[in-house]
């Protein structure tokens, strides 16, 4: 949509958010690539640049917003039981440092 019609110069007024998505709860990229890992990137909108980027290099990706996800998906989020249901064998935490320390958004199971 707007990424496609930024690089192809037929919208100039994109914005970041435009671009690189909203702030999803749980965005889930799957290249179908079965003999590679899955990987789970917590963090906040400093995710949405790469987040394709590192996609390619894995079978699925699993980026979860902390700031929303209860809030979209309806529960809370519980790593742990997370990383089992999904077959997830790297995580990578990326963002503010505020983010990964407010009780709010810690990761305790």
């Not at 702030?23 to 990229?29: F, K, P, R, S, V």
């Not at 990137?41 to 902390?66: C, M, P, Q, W």
């Not at 990578?92 to 440092?97: A, D, P, R």
Request: proline residues 0%.
């Amino acid at each position: 949509g707007n990424m496609a019609a930024f690089l192809d110069r037929s919208r100039q007024d994109v914005s970041y958010g435009e671009f690189y998505g909203d702030d999803a709860g749980e965005i889930i990229l799957d290249t179908g690539h079965v003999e590679k890992e899955n990987i789970l990137l917590i963090g906040e909108s400093y995710d949405n640049a790469i987040l394709k980027l590192l996609a390619s290099h894995f079978n699925r990706t699993y980026s979860v917003d902390l700031r929303n996800y209860r809030a979209l998906l309806g529960k809370d989020f519980q790593l742990s039981s997370y990383l089992e249901e999904n077959h997830i064998t790297k995580v990578l935490l990326i963002g503010n440092v505020d983010y990964f320390v407010m009780d709010e958004f810690r990761l305790g199971d």
